[in-house]
């Protein structure tokens, strides 16, 4: 039998938390502003784009402790159970002393009106934690997830680049307490199942998988909150009540990433920045695509699991994974059935996904050496941005140079993440030549009829979509033109 | 800062004086997370706070309106609406009493404020909101202003129309001509920290609101005018900003105006702080414009006459946008000698949000449409549109020609952009890399280079006569401490600092001997509002001003009391030389109390030689211009319309800085703006009048990564005001702004390298990687119809 609490058990900055009335929608942000007035870190949207809010987390992974930058405005404090929260207001040094990233940011200018700034300075003070000397591509990856108005961010940078002349980052407090910390967050993971809360205002934070299982086919109509990076606006946002809620995103056995016959198993628990490592080294066409997702508060949050089990038509993960040709393990109890992933989307709001049912992990299968593999995200602001088209892309010649297989999935084009079937069956068997591609190009339409909206008309979609296969067909001939604009590469 | 080491009596120098570079005042505090902002004040007991009920239509009369199950829901104390209002409803900056603090009958725009729930916490208030019944009788709304006549339909106020020659016959003469529009989309400020208000209920008929707003006096004088009070009744303050850009110029009033009237009615203290996707949809915007635009000009490419028309989208109200529309046609000239010029402007009213200031008040929209000009008639006469741009600019300072009169009539008499551009053109080498990109282009089938370089002149002042003053209250402490306050309001553009760095000037002493304090209208009444760029000008002078009186008794002081003559009291780095002897400043300050000298004053200043007939269309409508010029190369992808900024480089004057590092900073983050105004950042509206990108989930700003990848931002260093400014500086905030045009113009150029540069590709802004295609697949078109 599982023991149960019923308090959340975290570490806040340097004191021990342990609350036994927490609202299943309490967000940090709201924690640390109202309950606690520590006001450094700031509302700046609620919806987890802007950064504003950015606090770090630290949380055991395989007894390593790991901090990393989050929304707090869209992260909830049952999700917080065991966990390491660092707000501004901990980089506060002996006698007022400014912490390095502060300095630096105060001498090179990287704050005008202030209000963005102390988010800039914990996404600032994760990337330094991780990598003391970053080069310009990290620090703007790490500040995807922060928006500053004033300063037109060129102060930043030079501020993060001067960072680590400022201090060493084993002298950092975080790092000097790092044991303790460690120990402290052992201790308080008891292995306990937690509940709080009685009627329309419950959560609960399972003590395993099994007890997760378990929990799903006894509760009426539960939330599961992974990352909370849709479920935290369905609140802020929204309004919604989402009572009972069950959170998973602790779930070591969730979380593991693991390869067997060139099948990378992905559990549903795992972070878009825990996937990155695996999935760029084995399939390297994904790592600038997981780059692009969202900011990296939010990468550090998301699951791949919840961007599959959502639903969305305009999720990054799904149309790459169905052009790979992945499954899905979806389980419930003890049963576990595995689908073609495709298979999943089954229209718009509905998969099949049956009550009770969670996923476990999705399987994806590392494309064979003599096969091209491509994906491609179409954004209105090329990072953080929500997908308008995105193409992927699965193609194996023959030896003769004719199309053996080719498999092509597109998100932002339908109701659901969706194979061009008939432009793969246009271009299969055929010479893998440009005018081949273009006679293909034409049968768009039989597949898709996308829609417009407020990131892209109709009309762009199609034609995006269409010329991201000529975008492929030229990448698979090589060439020394470059065939898309890069951010990293230096004209 | 303000620590408490004794001042050094030997310096040289003073630390911080003018001409220094000096960090933001507050910059410890910033990056602490210990700046206080509205929403960080501890709040007094028993605050209460309110959520905003928003109509969901666009246009209607308003039939039912049933509160009820709002009134009931927990937590709520009180809901408030257009009856609830003592004085008048309205917070109208331009005294047209057509925007109502809560709409009365009908409602104009989706997301106009109906009512306001008071409730005990935030949250309470906001799911509240959500349970109001309200049932309108729809009408149709009119959401675009592409399809309205700019003659013909209503307008929210007078327009303005500028002429000088006869344009028409100017271009019915000229060798060549054409006619054509531009579609040029507005943009929400984003100003990091969202609208809020603190109010707290005194004695009698008196309030103190905390608001986050550019205009501290109007923000008083509105709230007085809806509650009926005079405006002594009244106390706004607002130590700092998150950020307003012209966004809390006039938009800060309606929030602050609904927690005084909450805090007053229940006697306690009242927040109200707009959720992001509720301040996107409730606040206005910059205008979006369709401006029509004819143009005569020779085979050379020497302009001969232009006709414009600015059309702007006022929204359902004038607010600002008579003053906006003018100063789109105050700028319609950017950097250009129009020998004929007709240009009128026509703010229309849509029901959608009001729009309003947004840095650049128009100004930069007039820019975009003379350089739409510039491209038009450089591509009909086949040269680089640099050389279009070089051949009209405006005679330079001093020179003898006619060339140099506005199409408002002033003289040019500062004009320093020849040099300018030729510096920038040469840092940034434009002749060479215009030869790579040629080549580069020759071998890249999908990706395409573009560059262009973009001048800018804007004009400094308030076109509103009666805003360029401003005052100051200055005091020295007998300890020697200085306290300064006036009428400008900290946003980030460190204001605050620029003028302590005044004051400590004046009085020779250390910077961090004065002491930057919030705005209220307690201690400097009647202020301008924080914009036009002007902040440091005039709020500079005023401090000067002050100061200089309490220096003058000082050294009348000193010399009557050490008998020497006052010639012979020098002002030295934290000391005072009398005679012979030096004595420290604060020990002068110390004598002079004891011996009973004033040492407090109120400063003032007016801009001299200003002068407007809006009605005529003449006058001296700026006191002096700020120049600048921008060069940025992009790279498109012509099968996407993705575009990376390679490279931009900008020279900026600000005259002599009075700090340069932030001065950069402004020029820096203006060009950003700038650049995100005319790429990325898209205003979309449904066919039912609801604004679709009211969250920076849709509506995206420039990122870290969108900066240009390399990045030269550099100031003149041998400028300085033509006229006697503060310390020969000039103003920074809005100038900056639009050497975005550069981004959108290299775009444009990368573009028409898909049809050989022969035809204009006329892209319109934002400049989305969409339009960019669009464009693309056109020329391509059109080139292989041809
Ligand atoms: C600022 C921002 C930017 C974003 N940018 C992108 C982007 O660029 N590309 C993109 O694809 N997405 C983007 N997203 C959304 C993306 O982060 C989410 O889709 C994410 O992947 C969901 O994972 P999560 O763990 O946060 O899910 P949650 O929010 O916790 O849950 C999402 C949904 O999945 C359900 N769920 C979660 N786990 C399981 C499970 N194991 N079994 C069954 N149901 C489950 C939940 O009940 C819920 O319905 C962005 C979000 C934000 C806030
Ligand atoms: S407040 Fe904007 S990301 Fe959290
Ligand atoms: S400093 Fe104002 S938003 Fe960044």
Redesign the pocket.
Known sequence: MTKTRNEIRFLLNGEDVALSQVAPDETLLDYLRLRRSLRGSKEGCA???CGACTVLVGRLTDGKLVYESVNAC?RFVGSLDGCHVVTIEHLRGEAGKLHPVQQAMVDFHGSQCGFCTPGFVMSLYGLWMKEPKPADAAIEKALQGNLCRCTGYEAIMRAARAISSYGKVAKDPLAVERAAVTEKLTVLRDGSRVEIGAEKHRLIVPADVDDFASILESEQKP???????????WVTKHMRDISPVVF?GHLDG?RTISEKDGLVSIG?GVTYTEAFETLSKRIPALGPLID????EQ?RN???I???I??G?P????PPPFIALGATLTLRKGKARRTIPLEEFFIAYGKQD?QPGE??EAVHVPVPAKDSYFAAYKITKRRD????AALGAFLLTLARDGTVASIRIAYGGMAATPKRARAVEAALTGKPWTEAAVEAAMTKYAEDFTPLTDMRATAEYRMLAARNLLMRFFAESQGGKAPIQVSRHRVA | MNKHASPNLKAAKIAGGVHTDQRHDSAHKHVAGTAVYIDDMPEPAGTLHVGIGLSSVAHGKLKSVDLSAVRSAPGVVDVLTHADVPGENDVSPSGMHDDPVFAEGKVQFHGQPIFAVIAETREQGRSAARLAKIEYEELPGIFDIWNLDPEKDKQVTTPLTLTRGDAAAAIAAAPHRIKNRMKLGGQDHFYLEGQVSLAIPGEDDEVIVYCSTQGPSETQHLVAHVLGVPSHAVTVEVRRMGGGFGGKETQANQCAAIAAIAAKKHGRAVKIRLDRDEDMTATGKRHDFAIDYEVGFDDEGNILGVDFMFALNAGFSADLSGPVGDRALFHCDNAYFYPHVHAKSAPLYTNTVSNTAFRGFGGPQGMVGAERVIDEVAFAVGKDPLEIRKLNFYDPMGAEGERNVTPYHQKVEDNIIHRIVAELAESADYAGRRRTIDAFNANSRFIKRGMALTPVKFGISFTKTESNQAGALVHVYNDGSVHMNHGGTEMGQGLHLKVAQVVAEEFQIDLDRVKITATTTAKVPNTAPTAASSGADLNGMAAQDAARQIRKRLTDFAAEKYQVPTDQVVFLPNRVRIGNQEIGFNELVKQAYLNRIQLSAAGFYKTPKIHWDRAKGRGHAFYYYAYGAACSEVSIDTLTGEYVVERTDILHDTGRSLNRAIDIGQVEGGFIQGMGWLTTEELVWDDKGRLRTHAP?TYKIPLASDRPKIFNVALTDWSQAYEPTIHRSKAVGEPPLPHGMSVLHALSDAVASVADHKICPRLDAPATPERVLMAVERLKAEAAGK
């Open positions: 919806e987890g784009d869209i939330t599961i909150v992974a990352g909370s990076t849709d479920v935290g606006l998973i969730l549903a692009r997702i969202g900011g939010v949050m998301g699951t699991g919840g961007n089990a959502n969305s305009i999720g990054d993960t996904r969670f996923v953080e941005d929500i997908t | 989930s």
